[in-house]
């Protein structure tokens, strides 16, 4: 039976990385979404819907053609020209997972296209070939918490169920940071006393997360490998991360590589108007403006709609979900 279609609309979510020790192999997909339309044409054209998407190239050196073209070459097939639309609720460069989005759902996208013929696995390692990390890709692709790894060759991954109880309040700055400069501030070489405390940590975070123990998340949530060099990039950072457990959150952390602050946060908590207050009076003490969001973990991952009307466009079938 041929399964290839003529046109595909996937839904991607948003991710979180590291969740503080568990640097680029711990994350989690959260309810903030983008959706990408993909189609064989006759000529690529790329539309790309939205302010924030301006910058973004729209020929065939964007970053969702291109992963499309990864898809086909792999499978032995032949599309150069397509059409593509996409829009996106992910801010760009704030540590929320926008690229891992954009190469996800390309690769889900174009795969669907042409019959489904790779595996979600060979789709996972595709996209950590590219990100060179597989924490927010692995997100993004399966939805829920992930904690995986990569060798080089390849990566592995476990996927868990995130707790009913847990959401989530991202505090969003008003301004971008490159994942490439906040890598650069990170040393080359760390101590063992570091290594052992984020393996320690990171090791009883995720043993937290499969038992339910979300008393236990303030202690684990700690990292000494990434966050302390990043606070300069992030002014607030260090008080945010010291003191935000002393407002009703379950623990804290850098969202990926920045600026993005989350906190996780029970959700029967009466503490969150207190939590919002502090995280807001925190980084206008440091005259750093900033979004609050409240999200909850995504279950599915990247998703292939099947449900949509053929003659509207994009954006008229998906208004009704967007959510900035
Ligand atoms: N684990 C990565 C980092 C996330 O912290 O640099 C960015 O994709």
């Known amino acids: 039976m041929d399964t290839s279609h003529t046109k595909v609309r996937v839904k991607v979510p948003a991710s979180t ?19 990408i339309e993909m189609g064989i044409a006759e000529e690529t054209k790329i539309h790309l819907i ?3 998407m301006s910058g973004i190239p729209t020929d065939k050196s964007n970053l969702i053609y291109e992963v499309a073209q990864m898809v086909f070459d792999k499978a032995g097939v032949k599309h150069p020209e397509l059409e593509i639309s996409m829009y996106s609720d992910i801010p760009l460069t704030r540590g929320l997972g926008s690229s891992a989005s954009a190469i996800v759902g390309g690769l889900a996208a174009a795969n669907a296209l042409i019959g489904s013929p790779l595996s979600d696995d060979t789709l996972f390692q595709m996209a950590t070939e590219l990100e060179h990390h597989p924490d927010n890709v692995g997100a993004a692709l399966f939805g829920g918490l992930v904690v995986a790894f990569w060798d080089g060759e390849r990566a592995e991954h476990i996927r ?26 990170l040393p080359r070489e760390q101590s063992l006393a570091n290594a052992v405390f984020n393996v320690g940590h990171s090791s009883v975070l995720v043993a937290a997360f499969c038992t339910g123990r979300l008393d236990m998340i303030a202690r684990a949530m700690k990292d000494a490998l990434h966050q302390p060099y990043r606070a300069a990039l992030v002014p607030g950072l260090a008080k945010i991360l010291a003191e935000a457990t002393d407002h009703g959150a379950l623990g804290v952390a850098l969202s990926g590589a920045g600026p993005t602050m989350l906190a996780l946060v029970d959700r029967n ?4 108007e207190e939590l919002e207050q502090f995280l ?10 900033a979004t609050l969001m409240w999200l909850k973990p995504d279950r599915h991952g990247v998703q292939l709609l099947t449900h949509f009307d053929e003659q509207c466009t994009l954006f008229e079938n998906i208004k009704g979900d967007v959510r900035l």
């Not at 908590?269 to 969150?272: A, C, P, T, V, Y």
């Open 269 to 272: 908590s009466s503490r969150k």
């Open 17 to 35: 990385a590291n969740l503080g020790p568990g640097f680029d192999t711990l994350g989690m997909a959260l309810d903030l979404y983008a959706w």
């Open 50 to 52: 939205g302010d924030q």
């Open 160 to 185: 868990i169920e995130p707790d009913d109880r847990l959401e989530v309040l991202v505090a969003i700055p008003h301004f971008q940071l490159s994942t490439e400069k906040a890598r650069h501030v």
């Open 280 to 289: 807001l009076g925190t980084l206008k003490e440091e005259q750093i403006e």
